[in-house]
């Protein structure tokens, strides 16, 4: 069974720094890409950053220099640092893994993180 687990969500002030982990496990994790992805209140979720398997690094605009995207392969984990946060960065973030070996793709529950002005 395949299980996506996010952490490190929480209330911090604007200019504060987070930093939020993906566990994953059920899947070979050094084949998949991993990828945050967040959605605020009454907004489509959309793409923060995506690792590939061979470490490539993707991100949105509202994420370059501010966010940093990691993997650790021993410990199937992801991470996304996050710094200089802004209010506007308040949403619940979600881990996704999909892989060109696998059909599917898989989802955390997600870790709300607010910042406050």
């Known amino acids: 069974q395949v299980q996506l687990v996010e952490s490190g969500g929480g209330l911090v002030q604007a200019g504060g720094s987070l930093r939020l982990s993906c566990a994953a496990s059920?899947?070979?994790?050094?084949?998949?890409?991993m990828g945050w992805y967040r959605q605020a209140p009454g907004k489509q979720r959309e793409l923060v950053a995506t690792?590939?398997?061979?470490?490539?690094?993707n991100y949105a605009d509202s994420a370059k220099g501010r966010f940093t995207i990691s993997r650790d392969n021993a410990k199937n984990t992801a991470y996304l640092q996050m710094n200089s946060l802004k209010p506007e960065d308040t949403a619940v973030y979600y881990c996704?893994?999909?892989?060109?070996?696998?059909?599917?793709?898989?989802w955390g529950q997600g870790t709300q993180v607010t910042v406050s002005s």
């Open positions: 690792i590939t398997s061979n470490f490539n690094t």
């Open positions: 996704a893994a999909d892989s060109d070996y696998d059909t599917r793709t898989y």
């Open positions: 059920g899947i070979i994790f050094r084949l998949f890409r």
